[in-house]
């Protein structure tokens, strides 16, 4: 995989430590849409060079950087982060229920950079990351029963996962409880898309 897979507790980082995790995963998104052509070079590299000096980052005005929402960026049925029903124990189900593998648009990347369970007891014991589908190879993939042993449901992970423009993806969930229905998985992640671009249908 090439990265280092750890999941960190959220009560096991400082607030400083929850604040860089989250500055580092928007540092690898604007470094990535450079290389994607995703806004004004200058405008990302000038907010990079902050970052890297050890300076508070500025606010970019080439790209928006928000929230991912599970209708709009993965072609969800609901803005809610469920899962497909979890049947089978061992087995691997989408965090996006219908959805086994969303498409990034081809002016859309994703940075994911942490993991929450809702769903309690645990139902679930490990989150893959995925490039090229359901069945590609996994780019990051992180141990969730830590969160029982921890009385904790939100993780950081160790190196965000960067999801480039165009690209096929997928995000997975081990069933450990065979419930028959479905888990609340919510990601921690980012989308990078060019500025006031971002059409939000009225439903």
Request: hydrophobic share 45%; net charge neutral; aromatic share 6%.
């Amino acid at each position: 995989m090439g990265v280092i897979c750890e999941l960190i507790n959220c009560g096991s980082a400082s607030l400083p430590n929850q604040e860089k995790y989250r500055q580092s995963a928007i540092a690898a998104g604007l470094n990535r849409a450079i290389q994607k052509n995703i806004g004004d070079p200058q405008d990302l590299g000038a907010a990079l060079a902050a970052y890297n000096s050890g300076k508070a980052m500025p606010k970019v005005k080439s790209v928006d950087v928000r929230e991912f929402q599970p209708i709009l960026d993965a072609g969800a049925a609901l803005d809610q982060w469920n899962t497909a029903a979890l049947a089978a124990v061992g087995t691997a189900y989408s965090i996006f229920q219908a959805i086994p593998a969303p498409v990034n648009a081809n002016n859309k990347l994703v940075v994911v950079y942490g993991v929450q369970v809702e769903t309690t007891p645990l139902p679930v014991s490990r989150i893959i990351i995925r490039t090229g589908g359901a069945a590609g190879p996994a780019i990051g993939m992180y141990d969730l029963e830590q969160m029982v042993t921890r009385f904790e449901g939100f993780g950081y992970f160790s190196t965000p996962c960067v999801i480039d423009p165009s690209i096929t993806w997928a995000v997975q969930v081990l069933c450990r409880i065979a419930t028959g229905a479905l888990a609340r998985v919510q990601l921690a992640a980012l989308i990078f898309e060019p500025a006031d671009q971002t059409v939000v249908a009225q439903r």
